[in-house]
C-alpha cells in the first residue's frame, strides 16, 4: 500500500508510541550498525525532547531542562539558514583531509520540512547532497518523517519524488489515524539485522486502539480523490497566507511550507504571540514555532472539511488584523 509502490523493502520496527522514541531507536540502531557515536544534526531541527533525540533537537529553550550535557552530536546549519548553502560541502571537505581531525559519522539526521524549526523546507537537490555524504563516508542517512510524513506534505512520505533512499525513517503522529499514540521506524533490512532481541523493548509497542485506527487512516492512501483534496486544500492555505502577507507589504513576511503543512513568518516573535492570543480568543488553536516563536505554522488535519478551514483562516486574518491594530 505504501512501500511496495515506492520500491521500499524496508521492515518495519515498533517502539514505545512517540516520536521522540522513534528517533532515540534509530540513533542507536545507527550507532550499532556502524560502531560509531557521533550524528549529524542540523540547526533549527526538532527531534523530541528524551536526552538522545534532544541532544539532536536545536532549540535552547527545550535542550535547557536536560539537566546533563547533551553530546555526541554534530551540528551542522540545515539548507535555508545562513550558510546553509556550503556547510556540507565545507564538512565533506574535512571529513576528506586525513589532517582535520574529525572522524566520520555514525548517521545523518534531517527533516525535510522543518515543522517545528519553523517549516524549513529542504531541496531536493541539498538533501542528496546529504545522502551521498552519508553514503560516502558509510554512515545512515536517516530522515525524521514524524510531524511532516502521512501524507501533509502531498505525498505519503514528505520526500516523495525526490528519488531518496534513506536507511531508516522515523514516523509516529499522524501514523496513528486520529491522535492514538504510535509510533514506527522503517529500517533497511541490512541495518535492521544489527538490532537483537529486546535491545529497544517496550510496554506499548502493540497497543490495539492505535494498530486498528492507523490501519483505517493507511487505507486513506489508496484513495487518489483523498490525496489530490490534500493539495488542493495546501494550495488554498498558501493562497490565503500570501493574500495576508500581500496586505501587509511593509512587514517582510515569508509564506513557506509544502502541502498542508504552511507558515507565516512574521519576523518577530512578540507579535506571534499576539496573534496566538488573539486566535485563541476567537476560538482558533494555534503554534507559533521557528526562531523566537516568530512562525506561525498551519498543519490542520488532512481530513478537515473545506468549509472549516475557510472558517479557520478567516479567523487566523482576523487575529492577524487585531494584532497588528495592537501593535
Known sequence: MVLKPRGIDHRMQFMGPTGSNAVEAAMKLARATTGRREIVAFSHGFHGMTLGSLAATANDAFRHWAGVPLENIL???FET??????AVAEYAAALRD???GLLPPAAFLV???QAEGGVNVASKEWLHEVQDLAHEVGALFIID???AGVGHTGGYFSFDGMDLDPDIITLAKGLGGFGTPIAMNLN???????????AHTGTFRGQGLSFVAGTVALDRFTDEEFLAGVLSKGETMRERLEAIAAAHPDCGWEVRGRGMMQALDTGDGAFAKRVQQAAFEAGLLIGPCGSEGRVIKLIPPLTIPEDDLDEGLDLLEQAITTATEAA
Do not use: K, Y
Open 188 to 198: 533497511r533490512p541490512e541495518v535492521d539485522e544489527h538490532w537483537a532481541p529486546g
Open 145 to 147: 518523517d514524524i510531524q
Open 111 to 113: 527533516e525535510v520540512v
Open 98 to 100: 586525513p589532517s582535520s
Open 81 to 86: 539558514a545562513p550558510g546553509g548553502d556550503t
Open 75 to 77: 551540528r551542522l546549519t
